[in-house]
DNA sequence: GCGTTCATGTAACCTGTTACATGATTCT
DNA sequence: AGAATCATGTAACAGGTTACATGAACGC
């Protein structure tokens, strides 16, 4: 649904080749929305057939050429209309969660393992949200400040879940579970049938 | 990848059929992970194929049969060897934020309203998660530790962007982005070429 | 009489990932 | 000599949504 839309969205910045528009969300649009270059491609023929972008082959010398997309009068408001539909949050889904629904049958060890890795890549995350925030400024324009907002998400999202991890870690470390009363077997627990 | 480990989970606690399942899905993994009874009969389907459950027919008057299913010593050492694989984060996909990042294409009116309905939401969904963890209480076992933190994560991730919709919506107000002093028209502005 | 719950599934479709495929240039 | 960057795409598959399909029992 929104992948054509993200797309839009770069595109309506000036225009791009698929190959920029992979770049760009490698880079920045990636943070809210990824995709690889084989979705791009193939959305993008699906843009062009509806008529929201034109597309020019540029001639290069010695480099392949390029197709350049730019957005149409068509395409812009499609983008409008878009923005006028109510959107729904992305809803948590992470199998990590449903590991810790089901501890008991998992393997104890490793979830301590993959809490603090966890826990890094949440930590680098949150770092690189900063940095580009950083960059932006005090934002004094409209487009800066959406930027800027959108980025915020992405910061709270990574600190939260960084905090989470660290307590986690606590609560679920060998002295914290041996103090559990209703124990049950650490390793390999088979449920009752 | 995750939804077939998800089922095994919900039917490692006691044997269940596929609507069960479903309904469980609607209820507490649902938090976690969501599928569709479709998907939930198409995978029970494959899981039997691969032994991992076991299915066993139910006659029942009146309503329809049910098929019940049960997992198998295969099943669970499945379960355990998933749970030793590192999960990758689920990352931030949001077109709400997609189109924040492109805000000067987008109907500002409309994103407000979207805004306040968001943390409307957020805070439903906040105030269930904060229900659901307090029923759990002071969690004594290591399988209530398990969900309460599962929980937790739920509601921090609720909360946060609960609190940010409404720092949003200040940022966002008409007299806050009259004061930029980098001002652009604010209704389907069409950028530059 | 009507909607809900119980209970199963199929089919078509859309979205997203992985791998395949090519080929020149530039940097190390 | 080998890797990275530029630049395009296709094909097969996996995961997920929507809609179709059926049918009895129970409560309002």
């Known amino acids: 649904m929104s992948l054509k839309y993200s797309i839009l969205v770069a595109i309506s910045e000036g225009p791009k080749s ?15 929305w990824r995709a ?34 730019t957005i149409s009068e068509a395409g812009r408001e499609a983008l409008l209309a878009w923005s006028r539909e109510p959107s729904q949050p992305q809803e948590l889904k992470d199998d990590f969660l449903v590991q810790l629904y089901g501890i008991d049958a998992v393997d ?27 960059i932006l400024g005090d934002a004094d324009s409209l487009s800066d400040l959406g930027r800027q907002l959108a980025l915020e998400v992405g910061i709270r999202y990574e600190n939260e879940w960084a905090d989470w991890c660290t307590q986690a870690l606590e609560r679920l470390s060998v002295e914290a579970v041996a103090k559990l009363s209703n124990v049950v077997p650490i390793k390999g627990s088979r449920n009752k049938a």
Do not use: C, W
């Open 36 to 69: 690889r270059h084989s979705q791009i491609y193939r959305e993008l023929g699906k843009l062009k057939e509806k008529q929201l972008v034109f597309a020019e082959e540029m001639q290069q010398t010695g480099k392949p050429n390029r197709i350049v997309f």
């Open 108 to 134: 104890l060890d490793a979830l301590r393992e993959h809490l603090s890795l966890r826990l890094e890549r949440h930590r680098d995350r949150h770092a690189q949200y900063l940095a580009k925030h950083k």
């Open 18 to 32: 698929g190959y920029d528009v992979a770049k760009q969300f490698d880079e920045t649009i990636g943070f809210f």
